[in-house]
Nanobody
């Protein structure tokens, strides 16, 4: 059974950093494109970053370019999102997604002073 479990969210001050993790099972990371989405209150879910199945290409939303870095550890079947210089506008529930059809339960990120 395919599973994605996010962790690493929390409350952080503006300018701070967090690293999200997505532990996966039931598939290997080079089976699917995999990435992160987020949904802020009252807004639609949006793509944040993704990495191709081959690992050869990455995508970042304009709003996070230069601040967020996606990476993966194939041996641990885990996807990461390093988030630096966090802004209040980054506050959202962050979801891990594989193949545009498999979702984790989400982890809350709140950026506030």
């Amino acid at each position: 059974q395919l599973q994605l479990v996010e962790s690493g969210g929390g409350l952080v001050q503006p300018g701070g950093s967090l690293r999200l993790s997505c532990a996966t099972s039931g598939f290997t990371l080079d089976d699917y494109d995999i990435g992160w989405f987020r949904q802020a209150p009252g807004k639609e879910r949006e793509g944040v970053s993704c990495i191709s199945a081959s690992g050869g290409s990455t995508y970042y939303a304009d709003s996070v370019k230069g601040r967020f870095t996606i990476s993966r550890d194939n041996a641990k079947n885990t996807l990461y999102l390093q988030m630096n210089s966090l802004e209040p506008e980054d506050t959202a529930v962050y979801y891990c997604n594989a193949d545009r059809q498999y979702w984790g339960q989400g982890t809350q990120v709140t950026v506030s002073s």
